[in-house]
């Protein structure tokens, strides 16, 4: 009788290959990009020089002006974003993300030449300007978007940013003109967006109504209403109740005297250096204390943080209404700090804009300020353009924040997931 030899198990290591994912968005986005600068540079080439002027009169420190023949920098431009495209498909092909900072240096360059192309031949194109423009415009959709973050990141949809930013301008004008203090105006202003928020809280939260409705709804409601009382009440009597004071810039010594970032970043009102404090808190907040933990936790695990004992509704009605305060100060910027009154929609959508910040910036803080920023520059950049006497045509450039819009909303720009439980009530079991 023959006893079978006894089976040893094989002792030898496991290797888990790594599955390899490849996302070619990046080069794919570059290559459009370098296709239209082929197009644009090439099919209508134009010739002379293009001049930039880095410094303004009154600047403590004077910088030269850059002047480059406009046709050889496209040329070179070209070259370089076809170079960086080639890389980009390479990081794909080698299932390796295309760094950030390379889609950055992407644009710059690609800036760099465009503006050269446009101002060939033209008036000098205003670097200071041209930035300092683009922080005014961004104010308000920076402060809007950390509003979206932070109602997003605890799992309610907040399409009432617009709302938020209306109510939010309306009361600071009528509030500053009758106290003759912008500090009440800027209070007031959060109070507003406060009670809007608690609206949405309510109904979506308590009362389980789809947030996209009740968000659309608030938005009608609040430019019926304000549009209502402007014509009812401040339009009767501007100069008592539509004429709020100013918000005075305060330049911070030496640091405002560095050449294009000082004027740019240092001599700027009270709002701008709250929205520089609010970008640092909304971050610092949601992913390094235990208030964004709990917060992060009902945005993407509602039933998990309910068994460690988090109040998911309360969490989620009391970061909603505090996301309402923070667009309803971008709101006060709208007539404290730009126009210097109220008038019928004036935020004209811009709370969209500032959602789509939010989705493009992928729920995170420091990104959405960037794609903000982005619509920002895109805004101011047709207002330059015209100064300039470019001949690109102003009705394309008016457009081309809201194509960028639709190109965020639509996820072209890369692979965007919301927190789990965005948009989902929670009823307790």
Do not use: C
């Not at 370098?34 to 020089?49: E, Y």
């Not at 608030?218 to 709020?244: E, W």
Request: net charge neutral; hydrophobic share 55%; charged share 10%.
């Amino acid at each position: 009788m023959s006893t079978a030899a006894p089976v040893v198990p094989d002792s030898s290591p496991i290797v888990l290959e790594k599955a390899e994912i490849r996302s070619w968005k990046a080069p794919i986005a570059f290559g459009i990009f370098v296709l239209l600068s082929l197009i644009l540079f090439f099919a209508f080439p134009r010739h002379g020089d293009a001049t930039f002027r880095f410094s303004e009169a009154g600047d403590a420190i004077k910088l030269a002006n850059l002047t480059v023949d406009a046709f050889a920098t496209t040329i070179v431009v070209t070259v370089l974003l076809a170079v960086l495209t080639a890389v980009s498909a390479w990081f794909s092909w080698r299932a390796r993300k295309t760094p950030i900072w390379m889609v950055v240096l992407f644009a710059l360059i690609f800036m760099f030449g465009f503006l050269a192309w446009a101002g060939s031949g033209q008036l000098p194109v205003p670097v200071t300007g041209l930035l300092l423009g683009t922080i005014t415009l961004s104010v308000p959709l920076v402060f809007g978007a950390l509003g979206g973050v932070i109602s997003e990141r605890g799992g309610v949809v907040n399409v009432a940013i617009e709302g938020q930013l209306l109510a939010g301008a309306f009361v600071s004008a009528m509030t500053a003109t009758l106290t003759g203090s912008w500090v009440v105006g800027l209070l007031a202003a959060m109070i507003a967006g406060v009670l809007v928020s608690f609206v949405l809280a309510a109904f979506s939260i308590k009362y389980l109504v789809d947030q996209v409705i009740v968000g659309v709804v608030l938005n009608v409601l609040v430019t019926g209403l304000t549009s209502f009382l402007y014509s009812q009440v401040l339009a009767a009597d501007p100069s008592r109740l539509n004429h709020p004071p100013r918000l005075p810039n305060w330049p911070i010594p030496i640091l405002s005297d560095i050449p294009v970032i000082g004027k740019v970043l240092f001599d700027q009102t009270i709002i701008e250096y709250l929205m520089y404090i609010a970008i640092f808190l909304v971050w610092f907040g949601l992913f390094k204390t235990r208030w964004g933990l709990r917060l992060r936790s009902v945005g993407e695990h509602p039933e998990a943080a309910d068994t460690v004992g988090i109040n998911v509704n309360g969490t989620r009605f009391w970061n909603v209404s505090l996301a309402g305060a923070v667009a309803g100060l971008g709101g006060a910027y709208f007539t404290l700090g730009s126009v210097g009154a109220f008038s019928k929609e004036m935020t004209a959508g811009q709370g969209f804009i500032a959602l789509a910040a939010v989705i493009f910036g992928r729920w995170d803080p420091i990104r959405a300020t960037l794609a903000a920023l982005l619509f920002g520059f895109a805004s101011n950049l047709q207002n330059v353009l015209s100064i300039m006497g470019s001949p690109v045509p102003s009705e394309f450039m008016l457009m081309l924040p809201y194509v960028i819009t639709i190109f965020a909303v639509a996820g072209l720009v890369g692979l965007s997931r919301a927190p789990a439980a965005d948009g989902k009530p929670y009823i307790k079991s």
